[in-house]
Structure formats: structure tokens, C-alpha cells
């Protein structure tokens, strides 16, 4: 089977920085990949790139399979089986469902479908007695569980999460936390790319972890080698809690 | 006498919003789509691009009269359509103020829409014209207003509405013009009841714009 994310020498620089510098990376199918590293060292820039929002400078990118320019029709349809969620909660300026329905409708799906849809993940969210409020009048929290339920409605085959539960209470991460999982466990075939701060969370959700430094990997294992024997003496500082940077 | 001039306010009144309201469509059809891919799409020139339609908002009527003069005259390169003083004509050279107000306005909004929002308009799938589509409606409040900006516009010009509308009473005259004739003949009282009556259209018509502007409308 072929690798969701593949990642051969991928370079991306913006001016003077170089933000992955000759980065491989390889996520199979079943996979959670939990992406860790100081700041600035290229974790966000590589969702971008695989999420095909940017275009790498150099290198070899396969995403489900298949390469394209970002700003090409090919990217558009990749990107159709790609989910992406960010730090900061994204809500469209519209009602709590027409949120939810707005992947579905771009997709073209039949009124009835995403209507069923739509009140399935009301249902799981609790917010069906939001359903027609502005989106944007909710809590933080609120507004990622909607953008996260946003970005799995439609069934992606790959998930990208960037730092998503960042400053969120305990009872939401362990929500969300708990979503990813049920996102995974639907479909075998499916994979998540986590970046992430917070190594208890790596821990609690990773297959497998990386450590970014400088724009690319400095060691990718399984979980349990990242944390109690990792290769590299910045990872083993990095897990230690040791302030490297 | 009284009914006479009621119907003849009346009559100037539902011109003038026929006018301005026509212009006001036709340079939003024309401005926000416009403004919607000038202001989202990078390409060489933009910066100044942006400026001369900046700079437009100041657009003289008198010359888009005289555009519409020159283009629609007898001896003009259109003047086979014979629309000269007429209200056609008048929609043509309002609508050349409007199409810098839209597009202008079209490009702030648009601009001013966070990125993270149109990133994850794009992340979501949206091809390209549903994202532009999708970005106009984060857009709306700004897009509304370029409309009721244009429209303000319109309804205020007496310039290029005298110019290639002729002021002929019962065919182009509007309210701009029909105060400038009755301010000219000294029938002060008849201008100022006029004036109210062009404050009290132009109100209604921003409040529907500011519903509008509020509504979920999509």
C-alpha cells in the first residue's frame, strides 16, 4: 500500500530562512505521526506544504498517492481528501450548521445527505440547540470542536492537526483527543499528522513521533523509543524537558 | 396644482431611484466581481492598479458625462443607438462613477479578510470560484457597503445626470436636477421639499442595504 505522506528532500524557503531544509518524511496508513520540535522549526510550514497550501522549492512530494502544483486543479482534488485544522479555532461567519454543511456543499452532496450529516455531528458536538447561531459567537472551545468536526465530516483520508488543542481546557482536549481517535478507528486506511507542544498529548495519541530542528527530522521512531531511549541527544533533551532551542 | 405636483414628485422620485438604482447594480455586477479577483489574486501591476482605481473614487462626474456625451452624440461612435437624454444614458455615466467605488471597496474587504480564514476555505476543497465566492461572503458587510456607497453616489450626482439626461421634465429629470431647476427659477420652498424627499429615499434605501448588510443571507 502506498504511503498516505511521502516526503523526499523537501526544501521550502521563504527569502533568507529556510524553513525545511531537505526534509524526508514517510506516514503510513492506521498511522497517528506526532510532529514535535522547538518553534520555527519548520512543523507548521510542513503541514502547509503537505496540505499542498505551499509549494516546496525542491524535492519530492506524494500526498494520498499522488503529486501536484498547489495552485493547480490536481492539488484541488487532492486537497478534497485532506482535513486540516489549526491552532486558532476557524469559523466561517455563518450559522452553527451552515459550518458544518459548508465542506458538504462544495462537495455537491444532495441537500438530504447533508442534512443528516449535519445533525449527526450537532448530535455528537451537543450543540444542537446551537445549531442557528453565528458560529462565531461561541467559546474557543466550541469553535474547534465545530472546526474539527468541520474539517472529518466529509471522511478525509488524511488529517492534519496543528497544535489543535492548544489552549483548550482539559475537558475539550480529551474531546477532541477522543474524535481523533474515532476518526481513525472508522477507516484503516486513514492517517493523522499531529504537531504538537505538549509531549503528554504525543504520548497519549502517537503511533509514531519526530523531532524537528532546523527544518527537518532529527530522529522519527515509534513512541515508546522517542520517549525512553531516543538515538539523538536533542530528542533525549527535548524529552527530558530540557530548554533546547 | 397640488396634484400636479405630487405626481410630478412622485414621477421624479421613481426615476431617480430607477437610475440610481441601475447604475448601482450594474456597477456592482461589474466592481465586486472585479474587485474580488484584483484584490485576491497576486500579479505584476497590482499595487498600481489599486491606486488608479483608489484614485477613481474621485472621478469627476462632468467627465463621465462627457464620456457618455462624446460616445452617444449624433456625431459620436455610438450615436447610431440614439440614447442621449435619455435615462439609459444617464444609467451609463453613473455607472462609470460606481464601478471604482465597488471594485475599490470589493478590494479592501476582501484584503481585509484574515488569512487563516481563506486557508481554510482552500483546505476545505473549495476549487477556486467557490473560494472567491467564499471569501466575497466573509466579505459581505464591506460588499454591501460598496453598494450602498455606489448608490449614495447616484443618488447625490447631478452632474453627468444633466449632462446626458437633459433635465427634460416627465423624461430624465431626477431629484438632483429637478432642485438645481427649481433653486434656479426661485421656487426655494418646491427645492427644499425636494431635498427632504431625496434624504428620505436615500435613507429608505441604506436601511434596506444596512438589513441586508446584518441578514444571514446565504
Redesign the interface.
Known amino acids: 500500500m502506498t504511503a498516505p505522506v511521502s516526503l523526499k528532500k523537501v526544501t521550502k524557503r521563504f527569502g533568507d530562512v529556510t524553513a525545511l531544509d531537505a526534509t524526508d518524511l514517510e506516514v503510513n496508513a492506521g498511522e497517528v505521526f506526532g510532529i514535535v520540535g522547538p518553534s520555527g522549526a519548520g512543523k507548521s510550514t510542513l503541514l ?1 506544504v503537505i ?1 499542498l ?1 505551499e509549494a516546496a522549492d525542491e524535492g519530492g512530494i506524494s500526498v494520498l498517492g499522488k503529486s501536484a502544483d498547489p495552485a493547480s ?1 490536481e492539488a ?1 482534488q487532492i ?2 481528501q ?3 485544522v ?1 491552532q ?1 479555532p ?1 469559523v ?4 452553527v450548521a ?1 459550518n458544518l454543511a ?2 458538504l456543499m ?2 455537491g452532496w444532495d441537500q438530504a445527505r447533508i442534512q443528516t450529516s449535519v445533525d449527526r455531528e450537532l448530535k455528537r458536538l451537543g450543540l444542537e440547540d446551537r445549531r442557528g447561531k ?1 458560529a462565531r459567537t461561541l467559546s474557543g472551545g466550541e469553535m474547534q470542536r465545530i ?1 474539527f468536526s ?2 472529518t465530516i ?1 471522511s478525509p483520508k488524511l488529517l492534519l492537526l496543528d497544535e489543535f488543542a492548544a489552549n483548550l481546557d482539559p475537558a475539550n482536549v480529551a474531546l477532541l483527543e477522543g474524535m481523533v481517535r474515532e476518526y481513525m478507528d472508522e477507516d484503516p486506511s486513514r492517517a493523522t499528522i499531529l504537531v504538537t507542544h505538549n509531549l503528554f498529548q504525543a504520548k497519549r495519541m502517537c503511533d509514531k513521533v519526530g523531532l524537528m530542528w532546523g527544518g527537518r527530522f532529527v530522529e522519527t521512531t515509534d513512541m515508546e523509543k522517542f520517549f525512553q531511549a531516543p538515538d539523538d541527544e536533542r530528542t533525549a533533551a527535548f524529552v527530558k524537558g530540557d530548554l533546547v532551542y | 396644482m397640488v396634484l400636479d405636483i405630487s405626481y410630478s414628485v412622485i414621477q421624479v422620485t421613481l426615476l431617480s431611484l430607477y437610475v440610481s438604482g441601475c447604475a448601482t447594480f450594474l456597477g456592482s455586477a461589474i466592481g465586486i466581481p472585479l474587485g474580488a479577483l484584483i484584490g485576491l489574486r497576486e500579479f505584476g501591476g497590482k499595487g498600481l492598479l489599486k491606486t488608479v482605481t483608489y484614485t477613481l473614487y474621485g472621478f469627476p462626474p462632468v467627465i463621465s458625462g462627457l464620456v457618455i456625451y462624446y460616445l452617444f452624440s449624433r456625431a459620436g461612435p455610438l450615436g447610431s443607438f440614439g440614447i442621449l437624454f435619455t435615462p439609459t444614458a444617464m444609467i451609463l455615466a453613473e455607472t462609470l462613477l460606481v464601478i471604482p467605488l465597488t471594485t475599490g471597496i470589493t478590494i479592501s474587504s476582501v484584503t481585509e479578510v ?1 488569512r ?2 481563506k ?10 470560484r ?1 473560494s472567491v465566492l ?1 471569501v466575497l ?2 466579505a ?1 458587510v464591506g460588499v454591501v457597503m460598496a453598494a450602498m456607497i455606489g448608490f449614495g453616489r447616484c443618488i447625490a450626482e447631478v452632474g453627468a445626470a444633466y449632462m446626458v439626461g437633459g433635465n427634460i421634465q416627465g423624461e430624465t429629470q431626477v431629484l438632483t436636477t429637478a432642485i438645481m431647476m427649481e433653486t434656479r427659477l426661485g421656487r426655494f420652498d418646491y427645492a427644499v421639499g425636494l431635498g427632504v424627499v431625496l434624504l428620505g429615499v436615500a435613507m429608505a434605501v441604506f436601511l434596506f442595504l444596512r438589513y441586508l448588510q446584518e441578514k ?1 443571507v ?1
Open positions: 502547509r496540505d497550501l486543479k484541488d486537497r478534497l485532506i482535513g486540516m489549526h486558532k476557524v466561517l461567519n455563518r450559522s451552515n459548508y465542506p462544495i462537495r453565528n472546526s468541520r474539517t466529509f | 484574515d487563516s480564514i486557508d481554510t476555505i482552500i483546505s476545505l476543497g473549495a476549487n477556486r467557490q467564499t461572503r466573509e459581505w444571514e446565504l
